[in-house]
């Protein structure tokens, strides 16, 4: 019989990494598994339509609703809704594996998870930070739930060493590293042409949701100098999030409204980066980036802040730390654009081989089928 696993999604199916990773997974491997999701809000996402014709969606809402005693009651009452739920769900469901994504969050889940009796009990780090702000609650909570994390996995993983140190421990000898995927069929610059309609435009891209962790305005910062420099420059931007409006008023405010574009989230991403240049990654944070492994496939060239894991150089990657500011980070581009301009990148063909799906995906169908944990 199939194995049957429940993943755990941290609220919606939106167009974003982790999200990204989960599908991937479903899609590569759902004749031989299985597959349920458990997400925590009542909000339809990006692939929500997809994954239901692989499994069944469950939800325990805990959105938002603006209303700030309403927003701390649901906050306070959280964890055990959430365990109520996820227990009913795994018994209900008789699943095999659970296999959580949602960050510390997981720590309730897995121990409901392991009272329900599932064997295979799956923990993944996507992250190395959570939020800008952490009150000294949210400190003591969040150690506690990485105590019950420990103590109920049974299979620990991260996209990156970062990622792992995060969540886990530094010395936790038994948390593994599993590369996030791409679909190197998708992201292959032979199915796409480079020609620009505007040889003399030189192209910027970058990909993420507009929050704190992904940096924009600072992102915002770099670019104004880059344009005031060369003005035949242009950024486009791919995203969804909660700090849209707020980057949207900042183009306008610093005169960018006619150079710089934002571009819906579920735009053809290989094929916009077939008609870049140049990828700016300033994350605050970042478990690994797979949107760089995305655009070095594609033979873009990245620049990249220090936040960011070594892991997702595959040769294509400069990285420099935010604090020697915007108009640095502006210089050194220039800088580098001016000695390289027109020449061919390739990222290595070995390290870009270590994310192709096709492999990754049977190190989960091993973690999924073993007989024990």
């Not at 970058?206 to 242009?234: A, M």
């Not at 595959?314 to 800088?335: F, R």
């Amino acid at each position: 019989m199939k194995k049957r696993v429940l993943q755990v999604g941290y609220r919606s199916l939106n167009n974003g990494g982790i999200q990204a990773v989960i599908m991937s997974i479903v899609r590569n491997l759902y004749t031989d598994i299985d597959f349920d999701i458990l997400l925590f809000s009542n909000k339809n996402g990006y692939y929500d339509e997809e994954f239901l014709k692989y499994g069944k969606i469950y939800r325990i809402p805990c959105d938002r609703t603006g209303n700030r005693l309403k927003d701390i009651l649901e906050n306070l009452t959280r964890p055990l809704r959430s365990f109520i739920g996820t227990y009913k769900i795994l018994k209900k469901g008789n699943y095999d594996v659970i296999h959580c994504h949602n960050g510390t969050e997981s720590g309730i889940i897995l121990l409901a998870a392991r009272i329900a009796g599932v064997p295979i009990r799956v923990t993944h780090s996507h992250n190395t930070a959570s939020s800008q702000k952490v009150s000294e609650f949210s400190q003591i909570y969040k150690r506690l739930v990485k105590r019950l994390i420990k103590r109920n996995s049974t299979v620990r993983i991260g996209c990156s060493k970062a990622a792992n140190d995060f969540l886990y421990s530094k010395n936790d000898n038994k948390a593994i590293i599993i590369n996030n995927a791409i679909d190197l069929n998708e992201f292959n610059p032979s199915n796409y042409s480079r020609d620009k309609k505007d040889k003399s435009i030189i192209k910027f891209i970058h990909v993420g949701r507009y929050c704190y962790q992904k940096n924009q305005s600072f992102l915002i910062d770099v670019f104004k100098e880059i344009h005031n420099k060369n003005h035949n420059t242009e950024l486009n931007l791919v995203g969804f999030g909660e700090e849209q409006e707020i980057i949207k008023k900042e183009i306008m405010q610093s005169g960018l409204s006619k150079s710089v574009k934002m571009l819906p989230h579920d735009s053809n991403l290989p094929k916009l980066l077939a008609q870049s240049d140049y990828f700016i990654f300033p994350s605050n944070y970042e478990g690994l980036g797979i949107v760089l492994i995305e655009a070095q496939a594609m033979q873009v060239k990245c620049f990249a802040s220090s936040a960011v894991p070594p892991e997702a150089n595959l040769g294509l990657c400069t990285y420099y730390p935010l604090d020697i500011g915007s108009k640095a980070w502006a210089y050194n581009i220039l800088e580098y654009i001016s000695k390289n301009h027109g020449k061919t990148y390739k990222a290595s063909n070995s390290l870009l081989s270590s994310y192709n799906i096709k492999k990754i995906a049977l190190q989960y169908k091993d973690i999924y089928e073993r007989l024990e944990p």
